[in-house]
Structure formats: structure tokens, C-alpha cells
């Protein structure tokens, strides 16, 4: 299976300002995915990211809430910007290491806004 | 309507008893592949099982076995000789086609497992 590394693990933050979350994977991957878990609450896809092209968002999310970086087959940035604390929640950042569907997670950023 | 269902907000099961986990779902697709993630306190997601639409044989991984039904439209993940570390959110996950050759995973509300000893 494919090692998925993210930072940060966790971070406290002040409404109003922006935090940028990175993935890194041990190895190029096509496709890697975006999800936010809020509190007590499934997970919902935010965009997914392709090397070389536009982010693609879910129905919700927006680019300038959720601007996202892919400048490789093995880094993706999330960067949520101009954070209430409604945006509380564990971001995780995943791959389809076989193109199989089989999605391996990174082991999420946990977010708190005060 | 939800595409995935899983109506056991909780459960409970004897150490070292088998315990199902129910999910059902919704799709008009008729190729599809159905998943079993673990979450632990910690947050990170596991994967745990995977069965495809077309499988005739339900899949099993070590303790962790899929009742594939597909005509009742049900995925039920069973776990044999539950162990303590076994508490966990369990997430059933269904990839669909979304169009222009890409698929979407959606995922089940969960259901949070707690082993006693």
C-alpha cells in the first residue's frame, strides 16, 4: 500500500486566517482526493486533484474556500482559507494507489477554529 | 436518497464474539465496488475489504469477511473474534462511475463499534 504523510497532524487556529495542508505519497499517483470529516459526520469529498490540470470540486466547495495545489504526481496542498469554525473538522487527503477505486488515506489533519 | 445506508449508529459485542455491521445501498450502476473503512480515534481511515459488483464470491480478509447480497442491494461487514482494538467508526464506501471515465467514492454515515471486555 502507498505511505501517505500529512502535516499538519493537527493545528489550532484563529477565524480569519488560512492554513495549508500538504500530502505527500511515496509514489505517483494519478488521482488524489480531497475529504472533509466534520465533527461526528462521514466523510465528504471536497475536490480531486490531477497533476497537471484544475482541481475538480464537489458540489459546495469552491475554489476560493478551497484552493488546491497539485504540482506533482506525489504532493497535493489544501489550503482553507479565511477559516470560521465551521470549518472544524479532519481533512484527509487520499489516493487510488492501483487505479482500482481502493482509496488509501493519508492519517488526516485535524482542525480546530476557535 | 442515500446512496449508502447504515442504520447502526452503535453497537456492542462480547470480546472474541463475531459481530455484523449492516450497510445498503443505492445505485443504478451495474458495475460498482463496495468498501469497508476502519477509523479509529486517532482519525486516520483503513481500509479493511473490498467486493466488486461482479464478484460471485464474497470477500474475506483474515477476521473480516463481506455479505455480499447483491439483489437486497446489501454489503454486511462481519468480524469474527472481536478483539478490544477493534473499537472503532466503521465506514461502508460505494465507488460509482461519475462520469468522463472518473469515479466517486461515497461513503455511509458509520457505525461506531465498541468491543467489551
Known amino acids: 500500500s502507498a505511505v501517505i504523510s500529512q502535516k499538519p497532524s493537527r493545528d489550532i487556529c484563529q477565524r480569519g486566517t488560512s492554513l495549508t495542508i500538504q500530502c505527500q505519497v511515496d509514489?505517483?499517483?494519478?488521482?488524489m482526493f480531497w475529504y472533509r470529516q466534520q465533527p461526528g459526520q462521514s466523510l465528504t469529498l471536497i475536490a480531486t486533484?490531477?497533476?497537471?490540470?484544475?482541481?475538480?470540486?464537489e458540489s459546495g466547495f469552491v475554489i476560493d474556500k478551497f484552493p488546491i495545489s497539485r504540482p506533482n504526481l506525489t504532493f497535493s496542498t489544501l489550503t482553507v482559507s479565511n477559516m470560521s469554525p465551521e470549518d472544524s473538522s479532519i481533512y484527509l487527503c487520499?489516493?487510488?494507489?492501483?487505479?482500482?477505486?481502493?482509496?488509501?488515506f493519508g492519517e488526516g489533519s485535524r482542525l480546530t477554529v476557535l | 436518497a442515500q446512496k449508502i445506508t447504515q442504520t447502526q449508529p452503535g453497537m456492542f459485542v462480547q470480546e472474541k464474539e463475531a459481530v455484523t455491521l449492516d450497510c445498503t445501498y443505492d445505485?443504478?450502476?451495474?458495475?460498482?465496488?463496495l468498501f469497508w473503512y476502519k477509523q479509529p480515534s486517532s482519525g486516520e481511515m483503513i481500509f479493511l475489504i473490498y467486493?466488486?459488483?461482479?464478484?460471485?464470491q464474497n470477500a474475506t480478509e483474515g477476521r473480516y469477511s463481506l455479505n455480499f447480497q447483491k439483489a437486497r442491494k446489501s454489503a454486511n461487514l462481519v468480524i469474527s473474534a472481536s478483539q478490544l482494538g477493534d473499537s472503532a467508526m466503521y465506514f461502508c464506501?460505494?465507488?460509482?462511475?461519475?462520469?468522463?471515465?472518473?469515479?466517486?467514492?461515497?461513503f455511509g454515515k458509520g457505525t461506531k463499534l465498541s468491543v467489551i471486555p
Open positions: 467486493q466488486g459488483s461482479y464478484d460471485e
Open positions: 509514489s505517483q499517483v494519478t488521482m
Open positions: 464506501a460505494m465507488r460509482e462511475k461519475a462520469g468522463a471515465g472518473s469515479y466517486q467514492l461515497t
Open positions: 486533484a490531477n497533476q497537471g490540470s484544475e482541481a475538480t470540486y
Open positions: 487520499s489516493v487510488d494507489y492501483r487505479d482500482t477505486g481502493e482509496l488509501f
Open positions: 445505485t443504478s450502476d451495474q458495475s460498482y465496488g
